[in-house]
């Protein structure tokens, strides 16, 4: 009987934390051209495994994870640069246009970004 790799035992809570601590600790939702092999890569598995594990654990797929994290990240530009225009927001929370970024940020937030900041603002 030959012994199995690993990384196929992990547990599901053990690979979701170490995904979690890559894309936080790397910052990697900033790329706007994230792929899910990119992570598979970094954390030394496969994509299948990344993903599976995402949608077993936070019922999204690996992009509506990612936005998430690009959705708060805007969130905190906007709240501590409220002079910056949104286009910059955009580019510097990792998405690649705004037409995507709009759509994202209300899909997430249940807000735009300019209705999301005057519910913040009072």
């Given at each position: 009987m030959k012994s199995q790799?690993?990384?196929s035992q992990e547990s599901e809570d053990e690979l979701m934390k170490r995904i979690c601590q890559?894309?936080?600790n790397e910052r990697l939702y900033?790329?706007?051209r994230l792929k899910v092999s990119d992570v598979a890569a970094a954390l030394e598995t496969n994509s299948t495994y990344v993903t599976d594990c995402i949608n077993s654990k936070r019922g999204c797929s690996f992009s509506q994870f990612i936005?998430?994290?690009r959705v708060n990240h805007a969130k905190q530009l906007?709240?501590?640069n409220p002079e910056m225009k949104m286009v910059t927001v955009c580019t510097e929370s990792?998405?690649?246009n705004e037409t995507s970024f709009f759509r994202t940020f209300k899909q997430v937030a249940g807000y735009t970004p300019r209705e999301w900041l005057q519910l913040r603002n009072g």
């Open positions: 790799d690993p990384k890559l894309i936080e900033l790329r706007t936005n998430e994290y906007m709240v501590d990792g998405f690649s």
